[in-house]
C-alpha cells in the first residue's frame, strides 16, 4: 500500500520551473528529479504499456552548456508543457567576438577566427536593431532538431553528414546591450519559443564583419517563471516543496476558455488544458 509520500507525489498535476545548471542535458536534469521524488516517496520506476510510475516532463530543452530556468510539468501538467514550447523566454548571453565555433557556442570546436577591433558599441547597437521583430533564422546544426527521430546533434557526433534546418519565422521582443568590452558582450533577449541565441549571436557576427560565438547562456525566464523568483534549486526537488510550488505558482498561468481542473494536492487551482 503506498505511504502518505507517494499519493501526495502521484496525486501532483500541474507546472513548476527549476533551476538548470551548466553540464546536465534538459533531460538528464528531468531524470535527476524524478529518481529523487520517486525514492523520497519510497517508489520504483516502472514503465508498462507506456503507462509510467511518475509522469514528468521538461517544456524546452536547455543547452547542457546553458544554466536557467527549466519548466517541468508533473502528472497531468505535462500536457500543458507545448505552451511553454511556444511561449516567450528571456536570456542573457555573453557572446566573444572573433571566434567561431562548430557549435555557435564554447563547447564546440574552434572553426574560424577573425579580427574584431574594428567593431565599436555604437555598431553592435545599430546591428541589434535588424534582428528585433519577426525576422527568419536558421537552427544551429548542433541542436535538439530531429533528422528520422535521431537529434542532428547526435548524427553529426557520429560523423553523419548533415544538412542544415531551412530558416524559419522566430520573434524577438526585445534586443539590447548590458555590458561591452571586447572581445566580449553582453545581451538581454525576449524572443518568442524555436528562437536559438547561438544561431543569433553567430549572426550578429557575421553582420559585424567578424565572426562571434557563445561563451555563457542563461534562461532568466520562461513564460512566467523567472530565475530569481520561482526556480526551484536542488535542495528544493522535495515532495512538500514541489507540492508547495505548485500550489503557489498556479495562478501565475493564463486560463484560456476550455481550461481543464488539474488538482493539486489540498489544492482546487485551475490550471489550463493545452492549446
Not at 171 to 195: A, H, I, M
Not at 252 to 271: H, R, W, Y
Request: charged share 25%; aromatic share 6%; net charge positive.
Amino acid at each position: 500500500m503506498a505511504g502518505d509520500g507517494a499519493n501526495k507525489l502521484l496525486a501532483l498535476s500541474g507546472l513548476f520551473p527549476v533551476y538548470k545548471p551548466k553540464g546536465p542535458t534538459s533531460a538528464q536534469v528531468v531524470a535527476q528529479l524524478k529518481g529523487k521524488l520517486l525514492k523520497e516517496a519510497g517508489l520504483k520506476e516502472y514503465v508498462k504499456k507506456r503507462k509510467q510510475t511518475l509522469k514528468i516532463g521538461h517544456g524546452g530543452t536547455l543547452d547542457s552548456s546553458a544554466s536557467g530556468v527549466l519548466v517541468i510539468g508533473i502528472g497531468d501538467g505535462t500536457k500543458m508543457l507545448g505552451t511553454m514550447l511556444t511561449g516567450s523566454k528571456k536570456y542573457s548571453t555573453e557572446g566573444e567576438l572573433g571566434k567561431a565555433t562548430d557549435t555557435l557556442d564554447a563547447s564546440g570546436t574552434v572553426t574560424e577566427e577573425k579580427p574584431y577591433d574594428h567593431v565599436t558599441k555604437e555598431d553592435l547597437d545599430n546591428v541589434l536593431k535588424s534582428f528585433v521583430g519577426d525576422i527568419m533564422q536558421v537552427p544551429p546544426l548542433f541542436s535538439a532538431l530531429k533528422r528520422d527521430g535521431e537529434r542532428l546533434s547526435s548524427l553529426l557526433r557520429k560523423g553523419v553528414t548533415v544538412e542544415a534546418k531551412p530558416a524559419r519565422p522566430v520573434t524577438v521582443y526585445s534586443l539590447s546591450v548590458r555590458d561591452f568590452q571586447p572581445p566580449l558582450f553582453t545581451l538581454n533577449v525576449e524572443c518568442s519559443g524555436g528562437f536559438y541565441v547561438r544561431s543569433l549571436v553567430s549572426d550578429v557576427g557575421k553582420a559585424l564583419k567578424t565572426c562571434a560565438s557563445v561563451k555563457d547562456l542563461v534562461r532568466t525566464k520562461q513564460g512566467p517563471f523567472t530565475i530569481e523568483d520561482h526556480a526551484l534549486k536542488e535542495e528544493d526537488w522535495t515532495i512538500g516543496r514541489i507540492s508547495d510550488a505548485v500550489r503557489e505558482f498556479a495562478p501565475l498561468l493564463p486560463t484560456p476558455p476550455g481550461n481543464k481542473k488539474l488538482k493539486t494536492d489540498n489544492s482546487d487551482k485551475i490550471i489550463p488544458s493545452p492549446e
